[in-house]
């Protein structure tokens, strides 16, 4: 287990490799393993819409959320 080091993961809800249910499950799972750990604020999970992709969006609230880590 990587809990509680922070964790983004970034989910598109139109992706054809995951079902949307599936990546709502993981998100869950992940939620519920932080709190668990204690340390929620650790877990990150965006969802955009789209397929597949890491678009500018995405890049740019990765590198957002990799500044606050970096801290």
């Known amino acids: 287990s990587h ?3 922070p ?3 970034q989910y ?3 992706d054809d490799l995951f079902t949307v249910q599936g990546m709502r499950a993981a998100h869950e ?3 519920d393993h932080y ?5 929620p604020e650790a877990y990150t999970g ?3 819409p789209g397929p597949h992709k890491f678009d500018l969006e ?3 609230k990765a590198f957002e959320w ?3 880590q970096l801290r």
């Open 66 to 68: 990799l500044r606050k």
């Open 46 to 48: 965006q969802f955009y």
């Open 12 to 14: 598109d809800l139109d």
């Open 35 to 39: 709190q668990k750990c204690g340390h």
């Open 3 to 5: 809990a509680p080091n």
């Open 29 to 31: 799972r992940i939620t």
């Open 7 to 9: 964790l983004l993961v």
């Open 58 to 60: 995405m890049q740019a």
